[in-house]
């Protein structure tokens, strides 16, 4: 399977068990949905959908400077699709709000804990948006998905990118086999929606 680019959702399952994020993304086997995953899909959608009946007065590319600048009012875009080609990364962020110095990437998530696999999904956000419009002061926030409340932020310094930057050339190396996936800890199988084809779990199991 041709992966050509990562997402900051691959991410979130690389961070939660290497050999889940292989089985799935390089050879091609789907987990199983739980009802917390298919309630996710469905509220991002809903969301989604909300964010097509939003219209500025001008496009995002004009407004961003504008804005960052003082000379317009600060907005938002939701639902903003970003690919970089630079750093092979794609996705689309909930929100991106833009104010006077500041621009903040925004990830909605159903729980009320912040794990660091969030934290490093909301990186990757960032990472995009800069490397595609430039280095605008950003920072990046972690929102409960249900409440609106804001959970964690911090702002997306030159350590916590190169922490990124990091990640995603392990990912590539376990992408591209020049290094082998490290399974989880075996709490994690019972839980995993790959466990169905994994030799790892299998073992573990004496299946």
Not at 52 to 78: C, D, H, I, N, Y
Request: hydrophobic share 30%; with cysteine.
């Amino acid at each position: 399977m041709k992966v050509t680019y990562l997402t900051p959702t691959d991410i979130n399952e690389f961070l939660y068990c290497q050999v889940q994020f292989y089985l799935h993304k390089v050879l091609g086997y789907y987990p199983k949905k739980n009802k917390n995953m298919q309630f996710g899909f469905q509220k991002h959608a809903a969301l989604y959908e909300e964010s097509l009946k939003e219209e500025l007065p001008f496009t995002f590319e004009e407004g961003l400077p504008k804005a960052f600048a003082g000379e317009v009012q600060p907005f938002s875009v939701r639902e903003f699709d970003l690919l970089s080609e630079k750093y092979k990364l794609k996705g689309r962020v909930d929100e991106i709000h833009v104010e006077k110095n500041l621009v903040r990437v925004i990830d909605d998530k159903k729980s009320d804990k912040v794990y660091s696999s969030y934290k490093m999904q909301v990186y990757a956000y960032a990472l995009a948006f800069q490397d595609i419009y430039g280095p605008y002061p950003t920072e990046v926030v972690i929102r409960n998905l249900d409440s609106g409340n804001e959970m964690w932020k911090t702002k997306f310094t030159s350590d916590k990118k190169r922490e990124i930057k990091e990640l995603l050339d392990t990912m590539w190396d376990v992408v591209n086999r020049e290094k082998k996936p490290i399974p989880s800890s075996g709490y994690k199988c019972e839980k995993c929606g790959l466990n169905y084809i994994c030799d790892f779990y299998k073992r573990r199991k004496g299946i």
